[in-house]
């Protein structure tokens, strides 16, 4: 029970790390780290006095009690760190804030981890007269240590971080008493038994430094398990506790299946089965990433319990060389004496722990962003070879470092995308790769040439596809347009850059993008420039965290907006909490305004309430605009604007640049996708110290897809009448007929989007033409109704319909529609009419420069 604590503890503590970060690496490492140090600096000085104590148990009830009440007090003393960290937040760029934050929570877990590591010692101590093994006592610590892991998974979603911390704390407080109750009952050691008078023999250097070795390597790969398989498989914020849980599960299993008197012979196997069946889990990782894709869940609950079924057998051989290694060391080392035999447990326990550390230090901070996951990987698996071959003595097995060396060489590269993604992936070509501490960062090409920018493997909605680059470019045309008079614009998130270049129609607005993806940045600036109009060089880039660039600018923007991301990845939900919405209205300059952009299919009805008035808490005339399936919060700082700012806006710009600035579709048309003002009421909020999202939002992942027709409908129940709407938004009486025109389209088109998902798909069309014909600018309506029309033109060939009115038809709706232009070129250049195909060649390359069939 002792160790489910500790690691219920280290997994709460490395979460509210991974928001305050917002890196889950980094919460990861420096929680590890500072663990895995304590541990080993407790151990080792366990050792070297345990031997003078009389009762090691009525010692190890108080340690549990000293951890137990630590951990009560971190919800208090963690906010007080981050509020003084914030305050340091303007010295030095975000590497300084990382190593300050890393340091402070280093040493002040440090803390109740060396407190645990003393305890370690002093359980030997009271084995070595039982029938219990060290094996034994060792598997059934780190087997309590896996379910601790995954005890907040069911805590978490249920009462937050703050409760989830104090009732393992209340755990931490029973375990010490059923410790204090059996201490006496237990005998005390008589100091003639317990070698008061003789000095700790302390084994060779090279023994404990080589073990220390085998504590990094196995670190390691635990992070870069975590890393590499969580980005295939689990992706979201339960990810931490369940590798840690498999790990430890092996380890425990082989611990356990040694037996006392077990034949020194396996300490020659150990280094080749470890090394070797980690460089196999690269060899897997194509399989792996085939069957996650071909996989069918019925819940999350099933999704986690067989994706991590087959983790456990893919690294089960390596884990259960980690779990041996200790008892049969200790075997190996014993000199005949008892108390030395525990102290030897404890010394190696000790420099394992504390290279352990050091290898989640160096896999964070060097190791991935030098040679990545997978080089770290066979790194790993080279370091268990050479360290464990320390206790080998045949020179020959040597040689069977030559096997690793083979099969490290074909997998030292991480596979392609369309390896990784077999099926939604199929057919693309890997154009970059960058790989830091943050993410693993791709662009590919499909086959028709446009590019997609993905971030662990995760369609980041930023593709040069022409849809999506109307979709981004909107979510800087609302913000901008709100305004009356823009004059500076931050941008918190870049990705491709395609979302910033919906403001260059303005001049002379000075723009400031943040982004903390470096990966991102060199796509945005290289490869995604013929999609963004090279606004990368019109715009100064900050690599940054977003929130601590809003701690530590001192800037005042007109204009902010919060691009889209997603809020069921780890630490990615701060940014949806009420603190990180106050950090952008003290950004705001008077009469700016904040404007943060939710996808609507990674919500169900509940947590976008949460959401939504965690907003409001902020900006109390806070309103919402939709936008195709996104939803658009709009946070001013002072009163809403209304139709009167857009409308000043619009005037100040020249025809050309109105045009650019509404995409086409008028400023009315922004208007009518008011969605009325946000009122959500009392209630639950998003905050970063009792978070909502994370534990919930992954499992609408494996929901029945119910979510987003409930979502559509209660948002439709929601909307304002229309009095109420040119009420809000300060409409004049002469111009209520332009905007009722566009505020019922987008009504109808809303309606006819939910009737397509519930299957509805006459009724859909049937609304989307009385949308169209209410307002026939809006870009979303007029897109699907030709689509509707273009999915039937082949229809209409068989029937012998004319095929150039067809696809006239077509274009009159939507002129600049892809497929019906594409059409047009090629009956062109079939009737010889090189001129006019020429014509709709260039319509074509101007909304798809990077299209490859032109």
């Known amino acids: 029970m002792s160790g489910m604590a500790a690691l219920s503890y280290e997994v709460l503590w490395a979460r509210m790390l991974s928001l305050q970060f917002g890196v889950s690496i980094f919460g990861i490492v420096v929680t590890v780290s500072a663990f895995m140090t304590g541990l080993g600096g407790g151990s080792l000085l366990g050792a070297r006095f345990v031997q003078t104590l009389r009762n090691p148990l009525l010692i190890l009830a108080l340690l549990e009690v000293a951890v137990a009440l630590f951990a009560w007090f971190t919800p208090q003393l963690f906010q007080a760190i981050d509020l003084w960290i914030g305050m340091s937040a303007e010295d030095g760029g975000l590497l300084q804030w990382y190593g300050l934050q890393g340091l402070v929570v280093f040493l002040v877990l440090f803390i109740p981890a060396f407190a645990l590591g003393l305890g370690f010692p002093m359980v030997l101590a009271m084995i070595v007269d039982s029938d219990v093994s060290l094996s034994k006592a060792y598997a059934l610590n780190t087997l309590?240590?896996?379910?601790?892991?995954?005890?907040?998974?069911?805590?978490?979603?249920?009462?937050?971080?703050?409760?989830?911390?104090?009732?393992?704390?209340?755990?931490?407080?029973?375990?010490a008493?059923?410790?204090?109750?059996?201490?006496?009952?237990?005998?005390?050691?008589?100091?003639?038994?317990?070698?008061?008078?003789?000095?700790?023999?302390?084994?060779?250097?090279?023994?404990?430094?080589?073990?220390?070795?085998?504590?990094a390597a196995a670190l390691i790969l635990q992070v870069a398990w975590t890393r590499l398989f969580g980005m295939i498989l689990l992706r979201t914020e339960y990810v931490l506790a369940v590798m840690l849980a498999i790990f430890l599960v092996g380890i425990a299993l082989g611990s356990a299946l040694v037996r006392r008197h077990s034949s020194s012979n396996w300490l020659s196997l150990l280094p080749v089965i470890a090394a070797t069946f980690a460089v196999l889990t690269l060899w897997g990782l194509p399989y792996l990433a085939e069957w996650a894709e071909d996989a069918q869940y019925q819940s999350l609950f099933d999704a986690l319990w067989r994706q991590s079924l087959i983790l456990a057998l893919l690294t089960l051989p390596v884990t259960l060389a980690l779990g041996a290694w200790l008892p049969l060391l200790v075997a190996y080392h014993q000199s005949g004496e008892q108390s030395q035999s525990r102290s030897v447990g404890a010394q190696l326990y000790g420099a394992n722990s504390l290279g352990a550390a050091l290898g989640a230090l160096a896999t964070g901070f060097i190791l991935l962003p030098l040679i990545g996951a997978p080089g770290t990987i066979i790194l790993a698996g080279v370091m268990l070879f050479v360290c464990g071959m320390t206790w080998v003595q045949s020179s020959r097995l040597w040689l069977t470092g030559l096997l690793v060396i083979a099969l490290a060489t074909p997998v030292i590269h991480l596979p392609a995308v369309n390896v990784l993604l077999p099926q939604t992936q199929v057919g693309t070509e890997d154009l970059y790769r960058h790989e830091d501490a943050v993410s693993i960062t791709h662009v590919i090409e499909r086959q028709d040439g446009q590019r997609l920018l993905l971030g662990d493997l995760q369609r980041m909605d930023a593709s040069s596809d022409p849809a999506a680059v109307v979709a981004q470019m909107n979510q800087a045309r609302l913000p901008l347009l709100l305004h009356p008079a823009p004059s500076s614009v931050l941008f918190l998130g870049i990705g491709t850059g395609i979302s910033a270049a919906g403001s260059l129609?303005?001049?002379?607005?000075?723009?400031?993008?943040?982004?903390?993806?470096?990966?991102?940045?060199?796509?945005?600036?290289?490869?995604?420039?013929?999609?963004?109009?090279?606004?990368?060089?019109?715009?100064?880039?900050?690599?940054?965290?977003?929130?601590?660039?809003?701690?530590?600018d001192?800037?005042?923007?007109?204009?902010?907006?919060?691009?889209?991301?997603?809020?069921?990845?780890?630490?990615?939900?701060?940014?949806?909490?009420?603190?990180?919405?106050?950090?952008?209205?003290?950004?705001?300059?008077?009469?700016?305004?904040?404007?943060?952009?939710?996808?609507?299919?990674?919500?169900?009805?509940?947590s976008l309430s949460i959401v939504l008035r965690s907003f409001e808490q902020i900006f109390p005339q806070a309103m919402l605009f939709i936008d195709g399936f996104r939803v658009g919060m709009v946070g001013p700082k002072g009163e809403f604007g209304g139709a009167p700012a857009v409308l000043a806006n619009l005037k100040r710009l020249s025809v050309e640049q109105q045009a650019a600035a509404t995409g086409g579709e008028g400023g009315w048309t922004w208007l009518g996708r008011f969605w009325g003002q946000i009122n959500e009421g009392q209630g639950v909020v998003q905050d970063e110290w009792a978070p909502q999202l994370e534990y919930a939002l992954p499992r609408?992942?494996?929901?029945?897809?119910?979510?987003?027709?409930?979502?559509?409908?209660?948002?439709?129940?929601?909307?304002?009448?229309?009095?109420?709407?040119?009420?809000?938004?300060?409409?004049?009486?002469?111009?209520?007929?332009?905007?009722?025109?566009?505020?019922?389209?987008?009504?109808?088109?809303?309606?006819?989007?939910?009737?397509?998902?519930?299957?509805?798909?006459?009724?859909?069309?049937?609304?989307?033409?009385?949308?169209?014909?209410?307002?026939?600018?809006?870009?979303?309506?007029?897109?699907?109704?030709?689509?509707?029309?273009?999915?039937?033109?082949?229809?209409?060939?068989?029937?012998?319909?004319?095929?150039?009115?067809?696809?006239?038809?077509?274009?009159?709706?939507?002129?600049?529609?892809?497929?019906?232009?594409?059409?047009?070129?090629?009956?062109?250049?079939?009737?010889?009419?090189?001129?006019?195909?020429?014509?709709?060649?260039?319509?074509?390359?101007?909304?798809?420069?990077?299209?490859?069939d032109i």
């Open 144 to 175: 309590g240590g896996a379910l601790g892991a995954l005890v907040p998974l069911g805590l978490l979603p249920l009462f937050g971080w703050t409760v989830s911390i104090r009732l393992v704390a209340i755990l931490g407080f029973t375990v």
């Open 700 to 852: 609408l992942r494996f929901s029945d897809g119910g979510a987003l027709p409930q979502l559509l409908a209660s948002l439709l129940n929601k909307r304002p009448s229309l009095d109420e709407a040119v009420t809000l938004l300060q409409i004049a009486d002469d111009q209520r007929e332009q905007f009722e025109r566009s505020y019922v389209a987008t009504g109808l088109a809303v309606q006819g989007w939910l009737a397509s998902i519930q299957g509805d798909s006459s009724e859909a069309q049937r609304l989307i033409r009385f949308a169209y014909e209410a307002n026939p600018q809006d870009h979303w309506i007029g897109f699907d109704l030709a689509d509707a029309m273009w999915q039937t033109f082949s229809g209409m060939m068989a029937q012998g319909r004319d095929e150039r009115q067809s696809l006239q038809a077509i274009l009159q709706v939507r002129p600049d529609h892809e497929m019906a232009l594409k059409a047009m070129w090629q009956l062109e250049l079939r009737e010889g009419n090189v001129v006019q195909a020429e014509e709709y060649r260039m319509q074509i390359k101007a909304i798809s420069p990077l299209g490859r």
């Open 505 to 552: 129609p303005y001049p002379g607005l000075m723009r400031t993008g943040v982004e903390l993806s470096q990966g991102a940045i060199d796509a945005a600036s290289e490869l995604f420039e013929p999609v963004n109009g090279g606004v990368m060089q019109q715009m100064t880039i900050v690599r940054d965290d977003a929130r601590r660039f809003l701690r530590a």
């Open 554 to 606: 001192g800037d005042q923007y007109d204009v902010i907006i919060g691009d889209l991301f997603h809020p069921d990845l780890v630490g990615r939900s701060a940014l949806l909490s009420v603190q990180q919405f106050e950090r952008a209205s003290e950004r705001l300059s008077d009469g700016g305004l904040f404007v943060q952009w939710l996808a609507l299919n990674q919500f169900d009805a509940r």
């Open 177 to 215: 008493l059923m410790i204090f109750l059996l201490s006496r009952g237990t005998k005390a050691i008589p100091c003639e038994e317990n070698g008061s008078h003789t000095t700790t023999q302390w084994l060779a250097s090279r023994y404990l430094l080589a073990y220390a070795g085998i504590g």
